[in-house]
């Protein structure tokens, strides 16, 4: 059902035993099994059986660089070898292959991999809890000095930014692309950016042109 | 017919199958489409429904629905007043101040409390992440310890606010 490769009769009857095997494995695999095939140092290949290896992946521009370097590393494409197995990626290093090119080499058509960043990864996580412990000391001053130009200024970028964070979290969790399509997550986010956008505008303009944040709950809260 | 050839062959194959194709090709012709109405289609599995009770994700969903509450209120009051004049809406503190003069006084504490609430709570919570993110009470009886002390402060000075 899956590799028109395996099931051509013609591919069947010229590949070689080796392949022959994987095929037979493919076919009849455990449900949860996974084949993986691997460059491994050895005779030559001949160039039937690059043909056939390079049809068994899911091509990308990254997937050729990945076997042309692997081939390199190694010296020869020697006998391709299908193993039968669960776990993922152990025998990527034996064959001098990066993660990488082992991904980009075996990637699937339903998803798209996505290169790690640290601006959205370990720094979005830093700003995020320097932005919440910054907010401690905020409020304490606002609830303990009252109205002052500066903590009002700064609550008014903060809570924003802070409102924003949580609310990107809570899209990513449940409006994600998966669910509401990819423009439908996009439009979502952008959306967000612009509110967010007004809402420091209109803090901005609430603390210059009215009595600012601190005094407006302390007016509203007695009132 | 085509429909379920086209899910035999491209949708409803075992995990662990790759669906490969011998030209370049075919392979655009793939798309995400067909999984997300799947999933539209597709019922969940309960969940939350199902899930034994506990202070731990109660209080962590309740952390992300009172930071959502409040988020949102504050958003609606900063927006409106940046977009009010637009509109030719009056809306600036000291018409806010009035408004909230007219109401009686005991509907004033329950809504000061009913508005106080997700504020402490969340404040108080966000601190018990913080202490996490310092690895400190990530035990289960830090965890819930230092639950049952949010629950408690947060009420206690919920109630101060609102009797200001």
Redesign the interface.
Known sequence: MALRLAASPLALSRSTPSLRLAAAMRSSSALNARVYFHATAGPVADSQQEDHVRMAYSRKGAADQGFRSSIAKNGRVGSIRAQNTHLSRSTASTAGQTSDEVTAAYKAVAYKTITPNQVHGSYHWDFERLLTVSMIPLFAASAIHGAHPITDGLLGVVVPIHCHMGFDAMVTDYLHPGNVGKWGNKAIVWTLRGVTVLALVGCYQFNTSDIGLTELVKRSWTA | MAKTTFA??RLM??????????S?SS?KE?T??P??EQ?KNRPLSPHLTIYQPQLTWYMSMFH?VT??AV?VG??A???????APMVGMGF??AA???V??TVPVGAKIAA?FIVAYPFTYH?LN??RH?AW?TTRFMTIKGVYQTGYAVLGLSTVSAVA?AL?
């Open positions: 035999k062959t194959a075992p995990v662990g199958i790759r669906i490969l194709s011998t370049q392979q793939v995400v489409a999984l997300i999933r992300r930071g959502g988020a504050f958003y009051g900063a927006v409106g007043y940046a977009v600036d503190a806010i101040t009035s909230i003069a000061k404040c966000g601190i913080l993110d606010l200001i």
